[in-house]
């Protein structure tokens, strides 16, 4: 595999970047900064590097060192990505879009369940920007209409000297192909038509729609019934389907997703009640005819 180590020249602004709908040129790290920390930005510190084995892991590290909340790494390369469940995953290099972003919420400990919600519609409203429409799969995965996977997010918390933090992580499938990933259910913006696969472009339009998702909910206190859970609905693969749920002890709930509730659960209706469910896994199930 070709591998750049060189960046390219920086640009002022991200117009200036070409675009090639099977380009896998290195994250352009001036242009990204260029972009992210302007005057009275809330992002303090944009960290692209070439390779890392997990941005969530490098990211914790600067966490509990210090860092301020507006902290972000990507990198061109994630060798030992993990997700949900501990899955772990690699993709070839520049194929993918591997982030991580470092919050501190000021707002009450149970809302903070949220944040992988809220990340989730970040990534609809970037992906949108380049002419690709998904949804959200609860708890953390962004689908394409047939449910293929084109994301996954991860949410870690981690205690550090001021307090505790979240780390949050989100790989996004760019121009990876089906015979490099080997896993059917999964896609990439480059199969679904994207009018950009410039990672570099992409990674401004994640970091700043999660920026204003963030600032909404913040100043709303963490309450999603200020406008996050609608948006959350308005774009679920999950809520009007039949589901099945598995949990770590093996036992499974099976019925209709009807709802989120107020702490970012999603309601199964089974034997004539609702459950909310916190963690599980969760398969979309073909609906009943």
């Known amino acids: 595999m070709h591998r750049r180590a060189s960046r390219r020249a920086g640009c002022d602004t991200l117009s200036s970047v070409t675009d090639d709908a099977h380009d896998r040129s290195p994250l352009d790290a001036e242009a990204v900064a260029a972009a992210l920390r302007t005057p009275g930005s809330w992002w303090r510190d944009v960290r692209i590097v070439a390779e890392s084995a997990s941005t969530n892991a490098d990211l914790r590290a600067l966490a509990a060192a210090g860092a301020p909340e507006g902290t972000l790494v990507s990198t061109d390369h994630q060798t030992a990505g993990r997700g949900r469940l501990d899955r772990g995953w690699e993709t070839p290099w520049g194929s993918a879009l591997a982030t991580s972003v470092l919050l501190r919420p000021d707002v009450p400990a149970e809302r903070w369940t949220w944040l992988p919600l809220l990340t989730g519609v970040a990534v609809v409203d970037a992906l949108a920007d380049v002419g690709v429409d998904v949804l959200l799969k609860w708890p953390n995965d962004v689908v394409a209409a047939d449910d293929r996977k084109i994301a996954g997010i991860l ?125 599980g896994d969760v398969v979309h199930l073909r609906p009943r005819t």
């Not at 015979?179 to 990672?199: F, H, K, N, Q």
């Not at 859970?229 to 499974?252: E, N, Q």
């Open 155 to 279: 949410l870690e918390r981690v205690e550090t000297p001021s307090g505790p933090a979240a780390v949050v992580g989100c790989g996004i499938n760019v121009t990876v192909r089906a015979d490099e990933i080997g896993v059917p259910t999964a896609v990439s913006l480059a199969d679904l038509g994207a009018t950009s696969t410039d990672r570099t472009t992409l990674l401004v339009a994640y970091a700043s729609a999660l920026e204003r998702r963030y600032a909404g909910w913040a100043a709303a206190g963490g309450d999603p019934a200020a406008g996050l859970r609608d948006a959350y609905l308005a774009v679920s693969a999950t809520v009007g389907r039949p589901v099945r749920a598995t949990f770590a002890d093996g036992s499974t709930l099976e019925g209709d997703a009807v709802g989120i509730d107020t702490g970012g659960r999603v309601e199964i209706a089974a034997a004539g009640r609702v459950s909310p469910v916190s963690a």
